[in-house]
C-alpha cells in the first residue's frame, strides 16, 4: 500500500471473554446469527489489540475508533478500553454504549467522560427511540461535550433524525452503519438514498460508510460499489467516514477485500478527497 492514504477505521469492535466484568450476549446466541450469520468464527476467547494490528497492518491503518460491543456495564467496558488504549495505542477512541433515556443518563455520561479517549455514544436500539422524550431529553445533555452521536437511524425514521440535528445543533450525529440498507435492489438504493439525502441536508449530520455486508453476505466490489458512491456524492467526502466493522464483516471476507473495495469505489475522487473519506473527517469528527 506504498503511497496510498492513509486510513483511519472507525469501526472496531474487541473484546476479551475472559474478562468477568464484560458479557457479550450477541456473540452468545441471543439472535444475532440470523442477521449477521454464523457466528462460530467470531467466538473466540478474546479478539483485541494484537489481532486488530495483525489483520490491518499491511493496509495502512493507523487510528482506530472502538464501537460499543459488550451487552453489559458500558462503563466497564469503556475503563479497559481506555486501559488498552494506555498500554497499546489501540483503541485511539471510543465511542461507549449509553442509554440517554435512563433515568441516570447523566451520571453515566459524567462516568464514561472521566476516560479522555472517549468521543462519543451509540444507541443500538431501533430508529423510534429518536422520538422517545427521555430519550431527547438525554440526547439535549451531549450539547457542549463534543461528543458524537451514532445511531443506523433507518430509512423510516429520517424525520425523528432531523428533527434531534435541528434540536441540538452543536452535537455531529454521525448516520452509522450507512444507515443499515436492508436490501440490495435498485428500488431500495433509490428510496434509501434520498431518505439519507434529507439527513445530508443539516449540516452537523455525517455518515459512516460501514457494515455494508451485514444484509449482504455474497457481496462483490461491483455490488457494493453504487451504495459506497451514492454516499459519498449525497454527503460530500468531509462528511463521509470510513468503518470495517471489524472483525464481524470477516465473516464475509477479508480486511483487504473490504478496504480494496472501498478505495475502489472513490479512486476517481481527488487525492485530496480521497484523504479525507479514508481519515481526514474522521480525525476532525472524532478529535484525533
Known sequence: MSGAPAVVDTHVHLWDRRRTDLEYAWLDGDGAEATLGD?????????????????TRMHGVTQVVHMSAATSDPLAETRWLQG???????????????????????????GHRE???????????????????????????LAGTDLVFCHTVGVDHVAAAVDLARAVPDVVLCVDQSGMPESRTPEYLRTWIAALAVLA???NVVVKISSLGVHDHDWTPQGRRPWIRALVQTFGPDRCLYGSNWPVERLYSGYGDVLGAFRSAIDDLT??????????????VFRL
Open 39 to 55: 457466528l462460530d468464527g467470531l467466538r473466540g476467547v478474546r479478539y483485541s489489540v494484537p489481532e486488530l494490528r495483525a489483520e
Open 84 to 110: 488498552l488504549g494506555e498500554a497499546t495505542g489501540w483503541p485511539t477512541a471510543i465511542v461507549a454504549g449509553c442509554d440517554l433515556a435512563a433515568p441516570d443518563a447523566a451520571a453515566a455520561l459524567d
Open 115 to 141: 476516560h479522555d479517549r472517549l468521543r462519543g455514544v451509540r444507541d443500538m436500539r431501533d430508529g423510534s427511540i429518536l422520538s422517545d422524550d427521555a430519550f431527547r431529553r438525554g440526547y439535549a445533555r
Open 201 to 203: 441536508a443539516e449540516p
Open 271 to 284: 487525492e485530496g478527497e480521497q484523504a479525507a473519506v479514508l481519515a481526514g473527517t474522521a480525525r476532525r
